[in-house]
Nanobody
Framework: QVQLVESGGGLVQPGGSLRLSCAAS????????MGWHRQAPGKERELVAGITSGGSLNYADSVKGRFTISRDNAKRTVYLQMNSLKPEDTAVYYCNAYVRTERSSSLPYWGQGTQVTVSS
């Protein structure tokens, strides 16, 4: 019913920037909360940033002031602008969205993940 397709990951030097995108497609009635999580080797998956349907934002303390989450409802896309990247930001980043479809109430969906590597 729903697919989340991510793009924008890659290799960047410390202090550099990347912009991740995640577009939702399928039989979508509406999209509620959207966000980004990440998982580094040996660590639990953690919330990086979230944005509600009304535009309220929240960030992990480790990324405040460096990352910005935004969404374009017309494009059904959520973005994560990552600036001043640090090696500890290296992880697989996953898009998440709560989506209402023709067949279900709002349920969580996940992207496939995109690798972000910060290294000199």
């Amino acid at each position: 019913q729903v697919q989340l397709v991510e793009s924008g990951g890659g290799l960047v030097q410390p202090g550099g920037s990347l912009r991740l995108s995640c577009a939702a497609s399928g039989s979508i009635i509406s999209i509620n909360d959207m966000g980004w999580h990440r998982q580094a080797p040996g660590k639990e998956r953690e919330l990086v940033a979230g944005i509600t349907s009304g535009g309220s934002l929240n960030y992990a303390d480790s990324v405040k002031g460096r990352f910005t989450i935004s969404r374009d409802n017309a494009k059904r896309t959520v973005y994560l602008q990552m600036n001043s990247l640090k090696p500890e930001d290296t992880a697989v980043y996953y898009c998440n969205a709560y989506v209402r479809t023709e067949r279900s109430s709002s349920l969580p969906y996940w992207g496939q993940g995109t690798q972000v590597t910060v290294s000199s």
